[in-house]
T-cell receptor, first 112, second 111 residues
Framework: KAGVTQTPRYLIKTRGQQVTLSCSPI?????VSWYQQTPGQGLQFLFE???????NKGNFPGRFSGRQFSNSRSEMNVSTLELGDSALYLC???????????FGEGSWLTVV | AQRVTQPEKLLSVFKGAPVELKCNYS??????LFWYVQYSRQRLQLLLR??SRESIKGFTADLNKGETSFHLKKPFAQEEDSAMYYC?????????????FGKGTKLSVIP
């Protein structure tokens, strides 16, 4: 079966702009979560959605938001980009809580 | 607050030598612990989880609640084991499912 798919894979944005990243979970998976990976902070949890509801949110400013659609696909948005937002953004999906979490390849965001 | 600590950023061992990647955690409650691996140019993937008590690719990990540790071990390292290894803990509040990761340990197996 197809894995977690993220688009775009690479993008460059300017400070102050906004960005939207997309994630298609594994078919049948209803839980989608997002992580930010940077060399300094490592992997940090952003938020998790299940059946279109945000169930948990990490310690990130309100500029980071997300949503999940009825088909379980998810998007995350970062507004007013800062240089420090440059990172690899990983999406992950699972069937439900307690099941194995599968990760996508990530979206590399560079803010200049 | 939950926390995962991997004290070694880099671990180099010779092929055939035993490997132990250390992981300590802090969590108030019953934790669920995982090891994830990321091979070069590949996505992050689950290596093993403590509740399944499996041995994957020769790796094992035992949850020691007294020492709050979940060290990853393999008796004989192979070159293909070279990768980044992340220890993670689940924070399952209100039915949600999030992972708290350690900073990772890069394992380099020397031929």
């Amino acid at each position: 079966k197809a894995g977690v798919t993220q688009t775009p894979r690479y993008l460059i944005k300017t400070r102050g702009q906004q960005v939207t990243l997309s994630c298609s979970p594994i078919s049948g998976h209803r839980s989608v979560s997002w992580y930010q990976q940077t060399p300094g902070q490592g992997l940090q949890f952003l938020f998790e959605y299940f059946s279109e509801t945000q169930r948990n949110k990490g310690n990130f400013p309100g500029r980071f938001s997300g949503r999940q659609f009825s088909n379980s696909r998810s998007e995350m948005n970062v507004s007013t980009l800062e240089l420090g937002d440059s990172a690899l953004y990983l999406c992950a999906s699972s069937l439900a809580a307690g099941n194995t979490i599968y990760f996508g390849e990530g979206s590399w965001l560079t803010v200049v | 607050a939950q926390r995962v600590t991997q004290p070694e950023k880099l671990l180099s061992v010779f092929k055939g030598a035993p490997v132990e990647l250390k992981c300590n955690y802090s969590y108030s409650g019953s934790p669920e612990l995982f090891w994830y691996v990321q091979y070069s140019r590949q996505r992050l993937q689950l290596l093993l989880r403590h509740i399944s008590r499996e041995s994957i690719k020769g790796f094992t990990a035992d949850l020691n609640k007294g020492e709050t540790s979940f060290h990853l071990k393999k008796p004989f390292a192979q070159e293909e084991d070279s990768a980044m290894y992340y220890c993670a803990l689940s924070g399952s509040g209100a039915g949600s499912y999030q992972l708290t990761f350690g900073k990772g340990t890069k394992l380099s197996v020397i031929p």
